[in-house]
């Protein structure tokens, strides 16, 4: 070529690398759109137990105020140590777990609870009652906590256990909110894999579920995930990165071909020397030569304007030149599987 055309072989020179240049760049594109949405998801995931790990920082700092304006205000009674030990027994038997109770009889129980605090001259009955309902305490509890604080004491007693229930439960509120934004900055540093090396061996098990945290906000309430993990698959050496990008893509297709609403199947079993990984869902499925094509770069089924048609060519790259595996579709009307098979000693890394 070189001798007889060299001017043909420029040309085929040039063409071979603007195609590579085109789909590196289609690939840079698809990355950076994935990773948009992940951020948006994460975002919005973080976003709901961070607000309720502020606002139960703002009302503990009020129940605070109140708890130590309690205290003093006892002191000023010239309330015994006797009578306060006898009080804090009280308290301490509607601290436990108490039954839930539904709406209806919650708020016939507050109701009563204030009826008793209103007949005993007990003031802000609006912030007691709830709090003592919330923990178990019945009108009988407030009789006995009555024998022990009698007369003007009688109110910041009440006050003062009111006060400690509320504190409970705002600070389990908060432990709960932030050990769900725990949960997904690990679930994150799980996906993102920053913190291990390329090549090592895993779970695919935590590779689908810390996926399934970061697509959260895709799956919605319309869509049941069903996990058919089986036993005694083991361990694979892999990229678990890369792997995670495979799962990315398989679980965020097959929601996008149910619409939001359905069932979701994520099914792990292991071979004689691989394991087989299935990612199902009950869409309308692909006609046959949709499914004949999936796999091939740059064709796509969807708006131009949103997907470039390398979510599966990736896929398939990745499990095939990077890990020696294979994929494959299985797809009729009502039940799609992509089916994938890693061997457990990767051959080609």
């Known amino acids: 070529m070189n001798a007889w055309f060299p001017f043909g072989g420029h040309l085929i020179e040039g063409l071979y690398r603007t195609a590579r240049s085109i789909e590196a760049t289609a690939r840079q594109r698809q990355s950076l759109i994935t990773l948009g949405t992940l951020a948006a998801g994460l975002a919005h995931e973080i976003n709901n137990p961070a607000a309720a790990a502020v606002r139960a920082v703002d009302a503990l700092e009020d129940v605070c105020e109140t708890l130590l304006g309690s205290v003093s205000r006892l002191a000023g009674h010239q309330v015994s140590a006797r009578q306060f030990s006898a009080l804090d027994m009280l308290r301490q038997e509607v601290t436990g777990p108490a039954v839930a109770a539904d709406a209806l009889t919650q708020a016939d129980l507050e109701e009563a609870l204030a009826e008793w605090l209103t007949r005993h001259g007990v003031g802000r009955e609006w912030m007691i009652a709830p709090s003592l309902a919330a923990a178990g305490a019945d009108t009988g509890w407030c009789e006995r906590a009555a024998a022990i604080l009698d007369g003007p004491a009688l109110e910041p007693g009440l006050e ?190």
């Open 160 to 349: 003062w256990v009111a006060s400690t229930l509320s504190a409970a439960m705002l600070l389990a509120e908060m432990k709960e909110s932030t050990g769900r934004i725990s949960a997904l900055v690990a679930a994150v540093k799980s996906y993102t894999q920053m913190d291990r090396a390329s090549l090592q061996r895993i779970d695919v098990t935590d590779g689908l579920e810390s996926t399934l945290v970061m697509l959260g906000h895709q799956l919605g309430d319309g869509v049941t995930v069903v996990r058919d993990y089986g036993p005694g698959v083991p361990p694979v050496e892999a990229h678990a990165g890369e792997l995670n990008q495979v799962w990315t893509n398989l679980i965020g297709n097959a929601v996008e071909a149910m619409d939001g609403k359905g069932t979701l199947r994520l099914s792990t079993r292991a071979g004689q020397n691989d394991i087989v990984i299935e990612v199902a869902d009950t869409g309308c499925g692909m006609p046959p030569d949709v499914a004949a094509r999936a796999f091939e770069p740059f064709f796509t089924t969807k708006d131009a304007a949103t997907s470039t048609g390398l979510g599966l060519d990736i896929a398939r790259r990745i499990i095939t030149e990077r890990h020696g595996g294979t994929i494959d579709i299985d797809s009729r009307p009502g039940h799609t599987v992509l089916r994938v098979q890693i061997p457990v000693r990767a051959s080609k890394l």
